[in-house]
């Protein structure tokens, strides 16, 4: 199951799936983008076993329900893949009176998971992908104000906020749920809708050096299948990214050093640290919790009797 599967680096992971043989479930929000990419997969790969689901992920009583329904008519869930994210530009609320962008990407992908989690324990080898973002390296946890209403909403901090909440939240359900394989990972800044749309200077000052969505998928895709993957440990922090780095700096060799080591830092398929080194962005374990005893609370106040 692949959230946001319709554009960027979901429906590149899909269609990757696919093309392996894979049976997909497409989770999007617009039912038209959606039929149109699962048409593409379908005439791509030649696999018809690529299912259309229409879910509004900011929508927090109808990601319990799909969730829940899903449950009731399929038997086993290998692999979920927690793509759909988006930036938003001025705060705004569900009808359950949430903030939008946490709703998104931090109760949403949270209530999806755990409602799910039975499902994945069916299988002989479950696995969760959160689609998070380096972005979030910035970001200390924040558990004081998770529907962003003091203080200026800049959009994009509250995004990269939010991206450290699901970094903290897949390594507590790591801790819990010990039969299940999670990983969340940062794809490298790919050329995607959400990036032009949502970054627009960033967008246009680093066109030229974006990846494709076949190259942000790559860890995605290695996490959901490969054997090797599985083999880590499970509630890891992966960064996607090759950086071509050029040392022209007179400072030489100790310079070099510096990027070989951040070279190695950022490629793709390897876990890397959640805090960048002398960083302040760490919190402590009480926090930490305490993230995750938010989110239930919220979650069991909007679940379906
Ligand atoms: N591109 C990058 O450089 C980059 C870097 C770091 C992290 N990421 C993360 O990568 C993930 C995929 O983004 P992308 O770059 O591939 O962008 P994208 O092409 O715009 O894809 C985002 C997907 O999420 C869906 N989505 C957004 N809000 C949703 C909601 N409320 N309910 C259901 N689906 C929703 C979008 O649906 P619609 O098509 O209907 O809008 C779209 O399918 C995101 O989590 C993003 O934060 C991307």
């Known amino acids: 199951m692949i959230t946001g599967a319709n554009s960027g680096i979901g429906k590149a992971t899909a269609m990757a799936i696919a093309k392996r043989g894979g049976t997909v479930h497409m989770v999007c929000r617009n039912k038209d983008k959606a039929e149109e990419a699962r048409a593409d997969i379908v005439k791509e790969t030649g696999n018809k076993e690529v299912h259309v689901h229409i879910l509004d992920l900011s929508e927090t009583k109808k990601v319990w329900e799909f969730a829940e329904a899903f449950k009731r008519k399929y038997k086993a869930l290998n692999v979920l893949i927690n793509n759909a994210g988006s930036i938003m530009s001025q705060r705004d609320v569900n009808a359950e009176g949430l903030e939008k962008s946490f709703a998104t990407n931090v109760l949403g992908v949270y209530i999806l998971t755990k409602s799910l989690i039975p499902l994945l324990e069916k299988s002989a080898d479950p696995r969760v992908i959160t689609v998070s973002s380096g972005g979030m390296l910035v970001q200390k946890l924040r558990i004081g104000n ?60 680093m066109k030229d050096s974006l990846r494709t969505p076949e190259q942000g998928a790559d860890t ?86």
């Open 146 to 205: 998770l529907q962003s209403e003091r203080g200026r909403y800049d959009g994009a901090m509250v995004y990269a906020q939010h991206k450290r909440q699901q970094v903290v939240m897949t390594e507590q359900l790591a801790k819990t749920h010990t039969s299940i394989h999670f990983s969340v990972m940062h794809p490298g800044w790919v050329d995607t809708p959400a990036v032009a749309n949502g970054m627009p200077d960033f967008h246009r000052s």
């Open 220 to 305: 995605a895709v290695w996490l959901a299948v490969a054997e090797a993957a599985a083999k880590n440990p499970s509630g890891r922090f992966y960064h996607g990214q090759t950086l071509q780095l050029e040392c022209t700096s007179p400072l030489g060799a100790g310079c070099y050093a510096y990027l070989r080591l951040h070279l190695c830092l950022c490629t793709d398929r390897k876990m890397v640290p959640t805090h960048l080194p002398l960083a302040w962005t760490h919190s402590s374990a009480l926090e930490e919790q305490k993230l995750l005893s938010l989110l239930e609370d919220l979650a069991k106040t909007f679940q379906p009797h």
